[in-house]
């Protein structure tokens, strides 16, 4: 997702001479392009050992993905505005959702043709 601090995007960003696509992790759908916080339904901390609700929103635009900064302490990632190392992270139970959905819609689709 390419997820950095709302306003930030390094210089490799914009010198790049194509715009990067990008959904929102928390709405899956290009014509939503943001979601607050609480639509977050949880992210996980590095050890994936803990699940925290409505740790970060979320808003797709210009090839990147914004963000605020994650709402939890501890986290190395407040000193940096790139956040990309935690894309999975900040939005893993809407990826877990997302996935499941995405494998269950194949599996009928692939059902009725057979």
């Known amino acids: 997702w390419r997820t950095l601090h709302d ?15 990008s959904v929102n ?10 979601a607050d916080r609480y639509a977050n339904k949880g992210g996980i901390l590095l050890k994936f050992n803990k699940v925290m609700k409505h740790v970060v929103n979320a ?14 302490t501890g ?3 407040l000193s940096s505005k790139n956040y990309h190392v935690a894309d999975i ?19 009928q689709k692939n059902r009725s043709h057979h």
Do not use: M, Q
């Open 25 to 34: 992790p928390l709405t899956w759908d290009a014509g939503i392009p943001y």
């Open 75 to 77: 986290n190395i990632l």
């Open 59 to 72: 808003k797709a635009e210009a090839g990147v993905l914004w963000t605020e900064k994650p709402h939890f």
């Open 7 to 21: 306003g930030y995007k390094p210089d490799y960003i914009k010198l790049e001479d194509f715009e990067a696509v």
């Open 89 to 107: 992270n900040l939005f893993y139970l809407s990826i877990r959702e997302n996935a499941k959905l995405r494998v269950a819609a194949f599996a």
